[in-house]
């Protein structure tokens, strides 16, 4: 039983934690969220001009201020529930179980009105957010590439046309940095607008004649693989049977 004395010290505790919480969201305006949209916060008139980095930046501001605000609310809220306690003299006892709560506890967190085995804030919740269900797979639902025989433009052929132009990230930020700006978005190896490799350096004329090989990078880059694998294609050696194509049999 807490004692007359104890009572008026934890009194006075909670409403100097109560004045330092009021005074902390009217000196900021309640972390700004009184100022209305976001850009008055910033100092914007519009996002017009803005790069989607930086709104992304100024979002994950604003809802840092909204969590950070209602923190403190939810603080102002069980202050006044613990002092209504002491008003009713039900303070210092459990709401659930009854018992009696330790005077350690109290002076610790004066705002409690329940013992540690029925504190509510020690339930950890495993909820996801609902976003992950149409974000996952990245692209959800839109995302082709898994699909038999589906050659459709996705959304992720969307991202990339649109990331090929540019993004906030630097080879820097990826777990395997690349060369080039050019190839820090997703997949940005895959070939477009053809399926094997040797196609981009491979052309023939519409009756599939005069087959020719068009030297450039590519080209280069997927000699150079079959030599470091030692095989004459991608997908193996020839048969003994079929001619050597490095070799003009003409000259022989």
């Known amino acids: 039983m807490l004692s007359t004395q104890q009572l008026a010290e934890l009194r006075l505790q909670l409403l100097q934690e109560k004045s330092e919480v009021e005074q902390h969201i009217e000196q900021n305006d309640h972390f700004g969220l009184e100022r209305g949209h976001f850009h008055e916060s910033m100092g914007e008139l519009s996002s017009y001009d803005n790069h989607p980095a930086d709104e992304g930046t100024e979002l994950y501001e604003r809802e840092k201020d909204i969590a950070l605000n209602e923190h403190y609310q939810f603080q102002i809220r069980n202050i006044d529930h613990a002092l209504e306690a002491m008003e009713n003299g039900t303070y210092g006892t459990c709401e659930v179980c009854g018992k009696e709560i330790p005077l350690e506890r109290l002076q610790a967190l004066p705002n409690t009105t329940y013992c540690i085995e029925h504190s509510p804030d020690q339930v950890t919740s495993h909820k996801r957010p609902v976003e992950e269900g149409v974000l996952m797979p990245p692209f959800g639902k839109f995302d082709m590439d898994e699909k038999d025989e589906n050659v459709a433009f996705d959304a992720e052929d969307s991202w990339q046309t649109v990331a090929?132009?540019?993004?906030?990230?630097?080879?820097?930020?990826?777990?395997?940095?690349?060369?080039?700006?050019?190839?820090?978005?997703?997949?940005?190896?895959?070939?477009?607008?053809?399926?094997?490799?040797?196609?981009?350096?491979?052309?023939?004329?519409?009756?599939?004649?005069?087959?020719?090989?068009?030297?450039?990078?590519?080209?280069?880059?997927?000699?150079?693989?079959?030599?470091?694998?030692?095989?004459?294609?991608?997908?193996?050696?020839?048969?003994?049977?079929e001619h050597d194509p490095y070799v003009d049999h003409d000259d022989k």
């Open 164 to 241: 090929a132009w540019g993004t906030s990230e630097t080879p820097s930020d990826l777990a395997f940095p690349q060369d080039s700006y050019s190839d820090i978005y997703t997949e940005a190896d895959e070939n477009i607008s053809y399926v094997e490799d040797y196609e981009n350096f491979v052309g023939n004329d519409m009756y599939g004649n005069n087959i020719k090989v068009y030297p450039n990078p590519q080209h280069e880059s997927y000699e150079d693989a079959l030599d470091e694998e030692g095989t004459m294609t991608a997908f193996g050696d020839l048969p003994a049977y």
